[in-house]
């Protein structure tokens, strides 16, 4: 059980640095990077690994407890992002708005494709505020009835949907046995022309 879990973490990792690494990205104005330094362009494209893909409109709603998290494509980073560990596909959703202050990631084991649902693999919500301890929720193994949820897509790359669909799962403060976990929904509609 160990090693499932350090895979799951170790994918909502790669998302989440995926998600970042697109942020910094969007944060900057490429055009005048690239016009300064051409080489700059090569690196560049060696991150937009086939699969990855970032919104530009659209938003990403998160909902645990009695709050309710927004991501807005048009002023924070949103990615769909596909990566591959060992011989299994994931593909999930990263965030980080723009204050840099919350990020959320969520993956499911498989490939993307319209009309279908699949059980989350790893799911990770971090809160930093200035004048509160940071708080970080992540997947729990101690999710009721063992369902650690579900991600389902109406719709992926049709038109200029980049991902539309809904998810749940159970994050948790604590990875201990007992500690609460708190069942998270989500909705995302994410555009991508």
């Known amino acids: 059980m160990g090693n499932k879990r350090f895979t799951k973490c170790f994918i ?3 998302l989440l640095l995926s998600g970042m690494i697109v942020s910094c990205q969007k944060d900057q104005d ?3 990077v690239n016009a300064a330094n051409p080489a700059f362009i090569v690196d560049s494209s ?3 690994a086939p699969g990855n893909y ?6 990403l709603k998160i909902t645990i407890q009695d709050s309710t998290y927004t991501f807005d494509a048009i002023k924070d980073s949103i990615a769909f992002v596909s990566e591959r560990a060992g011989n299994y596909q994931y593909y999930g959703i990263t965030a980080i708005n723009r204050a840099h202050n919350m990020s959320f990631g969520v993956s499911s084991l498989g ?3 319209s009309n279908t649902s699949s059980p989350i693999a790893g799911s990770q919500l971090l809160l930093r505020s200035s004048n509160k301890p940071d708080v970080e929720y992540a997947l729990t193994k101690y999710a009721p009835g063992q369902d650690f949820g579900q991600i389902s ?3 992926y790359k049709q038109d200029t949907v980049l991902a ?3 998810f749940y799962t ?3 403060k604590d990875a201990k046995a007992g500690s609460a976990a708190y069942r998270v929904k989500g909705v995302f509609n994410l555009m991508a022309k």
């Open 46 to 48: 060696a991150l937009n």
């Open 170 to 172: 159970f994050l948790a």
């Open 164 to 166: 539309k669909g809904t």
């Open 30 to 32: 490429i055009k005048d």
């Open 111 to 113: 490939t993307a494709v």
């Open 54 to 59: 970032l919104a530009i409109r659209g938003t």
């Open 153 to 155: 897509l109406a719709s």
């Open 12 to 14: 909502v990792f790669i």
